[in-house]
């Protein structure tokens, strides 16, 4: 009996054409990556997944055909920091508005997201993690972008460094609340905390023991506190510059620490309002786009324009695309991931390094990088076609086409 020797992305191929032979296969040709250089490439994907890159000289019989026009394609952008958009708020949406949500994102690239909750009543977030767990039971055949857990935004934050959140609802760490916080029957669960509240240190090393991300921010910890959290597993840090101490040539700050402590990294909103442009630029350089993810910060707003809207138990204004609540501080964003990348190319930024913080690092971030994040062969085929001004043009989730303005023959 003879015996093959075949490469990874040999072997790949081979095993989806023998084992699916009524496979989803679709083949986009004239693909432009930056990756493969200048020269346009084709991606056979079957079943959702990447399964070959080659010449465009080649063909597949029996897929279905979608000639980009050598358009730029990038990783489908991922979200970790989302509250809504719409009109409708993830802490008091039903699963059918967290779809509203998920439909809006996927129209402007995103492929999946962490919805939000910021703190709230106990029973609030049951209702509101039950809401996400039919989102994540029903999404996976609809054309929106897939959620992949709960992010818990400030249950655990500084009264000082509260930014938009209601520190009524803040908890203290005695030991036990960390397992009576609602969870997913499934998914990724991330919290931002402040490591300086009681127990805080205690606190991080509870959330990763029990497999949470756990992620500073809203905080003013010092930075033996904040090396404690770390050493406790907390290494990454929730839109960085805002509601954290900042750096200062006497007073390293929340901010100096990060930037100084190689490991971590951070996350921050380019809405250009968040943090001044060229802090911006600064802040990714130095840290470098390897440790840099890029997130929306979105609230229910998002989509819907300059108004007066009713948020957390307030008014919330948006007046030229800037947010502020009855306490005068800024509510969120109402930017897209899709804005976010605009602005870092719009600094400078490469589309390689732009892609690693707006696909690849929050993957890792979640720790779902060998599935995610990158146009690589047996990664899921969660893609994004760009026109030359870097708007969406087609976006493919899993596999399937989900918003195009492109034939498929």
């Known amino acids: 009996m003879p015996v093959f020797f075949l490469g990874t992305r040999a072997f790949y191929l081979f095993a989806n054409l023998w084992n699916n032979f009524d496979m989803d296969t679709v083949l986009l040709k004239n693909v432009s990556l930056t990756s493969a250089g200048s020269k346009p490439v084709s ?37 970790i920091h989302s509250h809504g958009a719409v009109g409708v708020d993830v802490n008091l949406a ?67 460094m509260c930014g938009a959140l209601r520190p009524q609802y803040f908890k203290r760490f005695t030991g036990k609340e960390v ?47 904040l090396d404690g ?32 402590r190689h490991p971590v990294t951070f996350d921050i909103i380019a809405d250009g309002i968040h943090v001044n442009p060229k802090v911006l630029e600064l802040a990714c350089r130095t840290k470098s786009p390897d ?9 229910a707003p998002t989509g819907l324009g300059d108004g007066d809207y009713e948020l957390w138990g307030e008014r919330v204004s948006v007046e030229n695309g800037r947010t502020k609540n009855e306490r005068g501080s800024i509510a969120g964003s109402v930017i897209t991931m899709l804005d976010a990348v605009k602005r870092m190319r719009t600094l400078g930024f490469s589309d390689a ?11 890792k971030v979640l720790g779902i990088d060998k599935t995610h994040g990158s146009v690589e062969i047996g990664k899921r085929a969660d893609l994004v ?13 899993g596999g399937k086409i989900v918003s195009q303005t492109l034939s498929v023959s």
Not at 353 to 363: F, G, I, L, T
């Open 353 to 363: 390094d732009v892609s690693k913080m707006a696909s690849a690092n929050p993957a």
């Open 291 to 299: 440790k840099v993810t890029l997130i929306s910060d979105s609230i």
């Open 43 to 79: 991606l056979l994907i079957i079943n959702g997944k990447i399964a070959e890159i080659f010449e465009v000289d080649k063909n597949f019989a029996g897929a279905d055909m979608i000639d980009l026009g050598a358009k730029r394609v990038v990783p489908g952008f991922i979200d």
């Open 179 to 225: 397992a009576e916080l609602p969870r997913l029957r499934k998914g990724v669960h991330m919290t931002t905390f402040a490591p300086e509240v009681e127990g805080g240190i205690a606190l991080a090393e509870e959330l990763t023991q029990n497999g949470w991300i756990a992620s500073i921010g809203h905080t003013q910890a010092d930075p033996m506190t």
């Open 385 to 397: 076609a760009l026109d030359p001004d870097g708007n969406v043009d087609a976006v493919m989730i």
């Open 94 to 160: 039903d699963t059918e508005g967290l779809f509203k949500i998920a439909a809006y994102l996927a129209a402007n690239g995103v492929t999946a997201w962490m919805p939000t909750l910021v703190p709230d009543s106990d029973e609030n977030y049951r209702r509101a993690i039950s809401a996400i767990d039919g989102l994540m039971d029903r999404q996976s055949d609809r054309p929106v972008a897939q959620a992949l857990g709960v992010h818990y935004e400030g249950v655990f934050a500084s009264r000082q």
């Open 229 to 260: 959290a770390f050493a406790a597993g907390a290494r990454h840090m929730t839109h960085f510059f805002n509601a954290m101490t900042g750096l200062h040539h006497r007073d390293v700050g929340a901010v100096g620490w990060a930037l100084t």
